[in-house]
């Protein structure tokens, strides 16, 4: 071999142990490199376990300290940070040996996010159990005093219409609803108060509308009571039951039967009045009478009333001493005539009467025998010996 192959031999073994050398070198600052990003990795999982740690022992500590009601109130952020206490748990006990940088990379942003997630868990719930919680507690509060000023005013009515158990029921409900809040149970607290506070306005309101018929119907009462006492007796009784449908809550049927109920107390209301009238009417026409038989001489026998309501008649009776006596009965509509007077004289005396009646009392009648038909004002009762009934029925000649 030449000196010049021998020597161009030699340059190459150099650059090749060079390059060799080169080589190591670039592998050793990679693994070097790739070490120390590993190490960064590494303490940065660390870090980011140990803040993750320390979030998991706040939320168990937030936890452990809040009242079993305010879990339950608040159960879903509750358990959702439980969850992910369980959760990440699993994944930073992960051994991260013998993995890749990528891996390592990969694995760190996960630790990243969920240490995220478990901070906005402590802020939310920490959030949530205190002032979401205080100001829920406020409201109920606020709330349930108004129910029980509300409770405390009506108390009296509620036994009145509904009964001592009504009000017992409510005041159960609210020494319940005092006890929610005591325990922190803040959803069964306000969802209780919610439905105590609807089931009071809907009882005070019908309470309200069953007053109000009830002291019309007591206003009128004294004018329905004397033509109408079976009726009444029966609107005593509707309002009596009254109080069963109002202790059912049945609140539409109570609404039902006191629009109808007042609508009868007012068409019976206004027959009355009317029926009073005719009743003033009819107590004219008797003092009136009384007046005329007396000073024609007659003598009073007897002054009754028959029958009840509009039914009823007054019966007067005279004693005209020469002719035997004469009853009267005067119902709301006409007067009817039992005499003794013989039939020649009857007419002619009855006549008298009529006379002074409209003369000095402006009542104007007219006395026809039963018999008469032409007048479909008289009606023919009975005639026995010459005496029977005479008819006359108010304003056939006029008004009074």
Not at 14 to 34: G, H, L, M, V
Not at 68 to 91: C, D, H, Y
Not at 167 to 194: C, E, G, P, R, S
Request: proline share 2%; charged share 35%.
């Amino acid at each position: 071999m030449s000196p010049y192959h021998i020597e161009q031999e030699r340059l190459r073994r150099i650059q090749a142990a060079q390059r060799e050398r080169e080589r190591i070198r670039q592998e050793k600052e990679r693994i070097r490199q790739e070490k120390a990003e590993q190490n960064r990795l590494l303490s940065n999982i660390n870090q980011q376990k140990k803040v993750i740690n320390t979030t998991a022992n706040s939320l168990k500590e937030l936890l452990k300290n809040t009242p079993q009601g305010l879990k339950e109130t608040f159960s879903e952020p509750v358990q959702n940070a439980e969850r992910w206490m369980e959760n990440v748990l699993k994944i930073i006990e992960n051994d991260e040996k013998s993995r890749t940088n990528a891996s390592l990379q990969h694995h760190l942003g996960k630790i990243h996010s969920e240490r995220e997630r478990g901070q906005h868990f402590l802020k939310d719930l920490t959030k949530t159990l205190t002032k979401t919680a205080d100001a829920m507690a406020n409201n109920i509060f606020t709330e349930l005093t108004d129910v029980k000023a509300t409770f405390e005013e009506n108390k009296e009515l509620i036994i009145k219409w509904d009964s001592l158990d009504g009000v017992n029921n409510i005041a159960k409900d609210i020494n319940k609803i005092d006890q929610f809040l005591q325990t922190k149970k803040l959803t069964d607290a306000a969802q209780l108060t919610k439905r105590v506070d609807e089931h009071l306005k809907n009882h005070i309101k019908s309470i309200d509308n069953i007053s109000e018929v009830f002291s019309k119907y007591e206003q009128n009462k004294e004018v329905l009571l004397p033509w109408f006492e079976g009726e009444t007796k029966k609107i005593d009784k509707e309002f009596d039951n009254l109080k069963n449908v109002l202790g059912q809550s049945k609140y539409s049927d109570l609404s039902k039967s006191l629009t109808q109920m007042q609508k009868r107390i007012e068409t019976k209301t206004k027959e009355a009045q009317e029926l009073e009238v005719e009743d003033q009417k009819r107590q004219y026409v008797l003092e009136s009478l009384k007046k005329v038989c007396e000073s024609m001489g007659f003598e009073e026998v007897e002054q009754s009333v028959e029958g009840i309501g509009k039914e009823s008649r007054i019966k007067y009776t005279v004693d005209t001493f020469s002719q035997g006596n004469i009853t009267f009965y005067l119902s709301l509509e006409e007067i009817k005539a039992d005499s003794a007077i013989i039939d020649k004289r009857c007419m002619s005396e009855f006549e008298k009467i009529s006379e002074d009646l409209k003369k000095n009392f402006g009542v104007h009648t007219k006395f026809q025998r039963v018999s008469e038909v032409p007048n479909p004002k008289k009606i023919r009762k009975d005639e026995i010996g010459g005496s029977g009934e005479e008819e006359v029925k108010y304003g056939s000649e006029g008004n009074i």
